[in-house]
């Protein structure tokens, strides 16, 4: 018999992890969720009580809008009151942490986008959480009636964002593609480095399919950039080996090399 693995949550972190896909643009393009996740990802990996307390307000949350859905039950308001205390205790520390997150990224991030970008831009990131203004019971207290008639939770740090910015613009709407690629590839980059650096080694890093999708100077940043991170394991996967080895082999970088067929290596 083996030793039980037990949950998923309690291995997070362990083998700290950076994935850079042809899709990371959709942090930039897509809707708050995926820019929650980013920070919720990194953050999980480095910090076990974060992510307790990330999957104790999930649940709260979800049984606060199942309750929503019940506008006839006598006891709505007692209820939402013993829901809304649970959200505020782990919602509170949850946006806290955020906040110090994106202080700490940011640093890292700033001079990684300049590099790339040859210093022609001012980039910036900022948190956006209607819980820097005001305390999170009373936006509860003050959307209560709100929530009730449209029956779903609609304030707290479910709904937090991120905001980015190129030249005091918005990224989402004005830049080009070549500023997406830029800039998401930054954030993954600061993504890295944070984790090295709050875990004390280097991340692994996955890299899948995305030469095909950058151009030559990002190509070369990156990997440039990954030559000078200590003893980092990279996977790269490519449908086109060889545009792999050639771009390994222009920048002398040492790999194995490995092809799967249905599965198996052959």
């Known amino acids: 018999m083996g030793t039980p693995v ?20 959709l942090l930039a393009t897509e809707g708050s969720e995926v820019r929650r996740k980013y920070m919720d990802a990194t953050l999980s990996q480095v910090n076990q009580l974060y992510l307790k307390n990330l999957l104790a307000y999930n ?5 606060r809008n199942a309750l929503l859905k019940q506008p006839g039950n006598s006891d709505l308001n007692a209820l939402l009151e013993i829901y809304d205390l649970q959200l505020v ?21 700033l001079p990684i986008y300049e ?12 948190y956006v959480s209607k819980l820097i203004e005001t305390d999170f019971d009373i936006l509860l207290k003050n959307a209560r009636s709100k929530d009730i008639l449209l029956q779903r939770t609609n304030v707290g740090i479910h709904k937090d964002d991120l905001d980015f910015e190129i030249n005091g613009r918005p990224l989402k709407k004005f830049a080009s593609q070549g500023q997406l690629k830029s800039f998401v590839l930054a954030l ?6 944070y984790l090295m650096i709050q875990k004390g080694v280097a991340p692994i890093l996955l890299l899948d399919d995305i030469f095909d999708r950058l151009d ?3 190509i070369s940043f ?12 990279i996977f790269i996967t490519d449908t086109d080996s060889s545009r792999t080895q050639q771009i390994l082999q222009s920048h002398h ?10 599965g198996m290596i052959v």
């Open 253 to 262: 970088i040492e790999f194995k090399h490995f092809v799967i067929d249905n």
């Open 216 to 218: 030559q100077t990002r």
């Open 115 to 126: 590099a790339i970008s040859g210093k022609k831009e001012i980039a910036q990131l900022k």
């Open 188 to 193: 993954k980059i600061a993504q890295f480095e």
């Open 89 to 109: 205790k782990y919602g509170s520390v949850i946006h806290q942490e955020r906040q110090q997150f994106i202080l700490e990224i940011t640093t890292l991030f």
């Open 59 to 63: 649940k709260i949350l979800d049984q």
């Open 222 to 233: 990156l990997l440039q950039k990954i030559e000078t991170f200590p003893s980092t394991q």
């Open 6 to 25: 037990g949950r998923l949550a309690d291995h997070i972190g362990n083998f700290p992890v950076v994935m850079i896909t042809p899709e990371e643009t």
